[in-house]
């Protein structure tokens, strides 16, 4: 699907309360009226926006179904723009996921639920969550679009299939703590999504829009630092650091088209060529069991 003009997109780079609900679902609201009240035309929330990052046992009490009559506002304002929600999904099976929601006109379009899920360190996903297994792009009346889960952007071959897939833009919701202090600036971490984030962008000619929450939750910080970074790398539209901030950037589809011109990395591409040795590989590694 096709999309020629420029739109606003707004990131609402929140602080939510760990298992709160109704007052993370208010901020989000309040920041949606925000969003429309500037004409934005997507709005994305960083990764468990509605429930909050620090959840462990928590997670089964504050996990919903997408149907979930609580989800109705988000439903509703997606008739004006498209919502990007990040949550708890609970399946009809009892499962739980790091989910990531996509509402347009009122509808469930596209559902991304998180498939690396971290197990080191002050993570402990794993213990709570199963892992999703679909890395597929969507359409929308925006054009065609993908979208990760934090851990799952470290992971390059995800942002490549959404960019094989179809997908212009990329979204990336995240709950990213600051970790690995050193004399600069920013945290290692930062760093190191901020290489993510660019390489995607230049490798998949497309745009990249990652939304981090901000702010301390259990006595972890959360950096926030969220971003826009334009087809190519070359321009980019960043949050403040550490704090909550509702931030507007534009995307403008003809960047795409001029990108992949300049730089036609997607066209050349051989995944002829990739099947063939990602099965030899596999085929390898079987053999060595």
């Known amino acids: 699907m096709k999309y020629n003009h420029p739109y606003t997109v707004a990131i609402a780079q929140t602080n939510p309360v760990i298992a709160d609900l109704e007052r993370n679902r208010s901020t989000l609201l309040e920041q949606i009226d925000r969003a429309k ?44 723009m498209m919502v990007v929600l990040g949550l708890v999904e609970e399946s009809d099976e009892h499962h739980f996921y790091n989910s990531a929601l996509i509402f347009e006109n009122g509808e469930l379009i596209h559902r991304h639920r998180k498939i690396y899920l971290p197990n080191y360190g002050m993570f402990e996903e794993r213990r709570f ?12 009346s925006l054009g065609r679009m993908g979208v990760l889960i934090c851990n799952d952007m470290w992971h390059p071959m995800n942002s490549l299939l959404l960019a094989y897939d179809g997908a212009h833009v990329l979204i990336v919701i995240s709950a990213s703590p600051t970790r690995g202090l050193g004399s600069g600036e920013v945290s290692d971490n930062t760093r190191t999504w901020r290489t993510f984030n660019r390489s995607a962008a230049k490798a998949g000619s497309m745009y990249v829009i ?44 003809e960047l795409i088209r001029a990108e992949r011109i300049y730089s036609p990395l997607l066209r050349d591409e051989d995944l002829a060529l990739a099947q063939r040795e990602l099965e030899r590989i596999l085929n390898d590694q079987n053999n060595q069991l």
């Open 37 to 80: 009240a500037k004409d934005a035309k997507v709005f994305v929330t960083g990764e468990l926006a509605l429930t909050g990052y620090k959840l462990r046992d928590a997670v089964f009490e504050v996990a919903l179904h997408a149907n979930d009559p609580f989800l109705d506002p988000f439903r509703e304002a997606s008739k004006d």
């Open 210 to 253: 990652q939304a981090n929450i901000a702010g301390f939750q259990d006595g972890v910080l959360f950096w926030g630092g969220s971003e826009v970074v334009s087809p190519g790398a070359k321009d980019t539209v960043q949050a403040k650091m550490n704090t909550p901030e509702l931030l507007f950037a534009q995307i403008e589809p």
């Open 129 to 140: 969550f199963r892992p999703g297994s679909h890395v597929r792009a969507f359409d929308s």
